[in-house]
């Protein structure tokens, strides 16, 4: 153990993080910056000190190290390489610290997820990975525990190439040459080829499609059944999917690596084939009305929502623009000669509760607060990536029925939109209020998302049309746009 101990007069040990046939890995600071920033360090150390060994260690080691150095640079989901060297025969990498936790926390036996939270899980790994596969890089250890989910944005980090391993890994054969006696992957996720020290890009797609799979079934690899003549994995007899994602899900994992898909890029555009929409893993789904010039309802007021948990799709992630109309400005429509509605709110608005330090469990990159762990029915808060401001967050605060936002609620988008009121089955329905970042808002009836009923929207120059809407036209005055992209 290093614990306490000081390499090359700059890093300090805090910690033993974990450990194994490869090597340990630590917790360290860095005694050189100002506030001394925490790193990962992994220790790697050859079984045998022999000179010949050593020299092939260096060399392998800078080899991996160059890799590393480069795909860090690539994508901000590999963790960045700050530094590597050898002291006392032992080899060492000083990496960025990924806050989060793996997904073998999230992935656990007699879990089944829902085939969109797959297909949507599947394809997040596939991303970063696809950047590594761009480099002719294959991984060689995929799996749940070297898949982190990072805290501060909730997407999946890839740590662990299993490469660089091969120098823990090397000794002196029979006729006295180096070589690698360890084979690189883990049980249950490394095809036969792997096995046989022999991997390809492919072999990667076979570890991502068992994750599917171990998802999907709520079992670990090693409890899948397999035709004994094919050596093909059996899993369909245990869970409903579509034929499509069966299908893909069948050629990633196919026993012969030239059957499978040949790299994460094509094995990416193979799954996004399962929908003709974009897919994000949130519990809600925002599906924005396309406008046309002579009735536009926009953005803040033709959201619908539609809850289905583990799934979202998104019809556009651009917010529609109002078309230039005469008619299409308070200032040109008649206003109303009767009173304004007198609409009463049935809940409460109430102050977002603080998060901070608060527990909490994930499903994908949304968290729950205040639910059991997986409770979908009760009160708590939501916290969901959104889809348009990609380093932002939505939150959604109220009550949760079935899966779905039922009762008395509160939706904050990310940009600053937000809905206070009733839900149910997972749309805007009931009485609310629709505030838009630039001030104005909607305070009404609201059926499946849009305006129905008695309602007013009130512009953020405080001019105010109300009356009978339907299907988010105010009748009587239809051609009237409302949008929280304009002023009026």
Known sequence: MLTGKVLRNRYRILKFLGGGAFGETYLAEDLDLPNHPQFVVKQLKPKISQAEVLQVARRLFENEARYLYQLGNLSPQIPKLLAHFEENGEFYLVQEFVDGDDLSVEIIPGKKWSEQAVIQLLQEILEVLAIVHQQNIIHRDIKPKNLMRRKEDGKIVLIDFGAVKEVKGLGVDTQGQVTSTIVIGSNGYMPNEQANSKPKLASDIYAVGIIGIQALLGKFPQEFQEDPK???????????????????????????????????????????????????????????????????????????????????????????????????????????????????????????????????????????????????????????????????????DGEIKDNKFNGCGSYRFANGDRYIGQFENGFYQGKGKLICKNGQKFIGNFKKGLFEGEGIFTSNKGLSKGGLWEEGKLKGDENITVSCDTTY
């Open 230 to 396: 094919t050596g093909e994995i059996i899993w369909q007899t245990e869970v409903n999917v579509s034929k499509k994602l069966a299908n893909i899900l069948n050629k990633m994992v196919h026993y012969h690596f030239s059957q499978r898909y040949q790299s994460a890029d094509e094995a990416l555009q193979a799954l996004k084939s399962v929908s003709s929409k974009p897919l994000s893993f949130l519990p809600f789904t925002i599906k924005k009305i396309i406008s046309t010039q002579k009735t536009l309802i926009s953005s803040c007021l033709g959201i619908v929502v539609l809850i289905s948990l583990g799934t979202i799709l998104v019809n556009s992630v651009n917010r529609p623009k109002p078309i230039p109309n005469s008619n299409t400005t308070l200032n040109n429509v008649n206003m109303p000669t009767e009173p304004l509605p007198d609409v009463k709110l049935v809940c409460p608005e109430t102050n977002s509760p603080s998060l901070d330090n608060k527990k909490y469990w994930v499903v994908g990159r949304t968290r729950y607060y205040n639910l059991p762990e997986n409770k979908f029915t009760g009160k708590g808060t939501l916290t969901l990536p959104n889809n348009q401001y990609k380093e932002a967050w939505d939150r959604y």
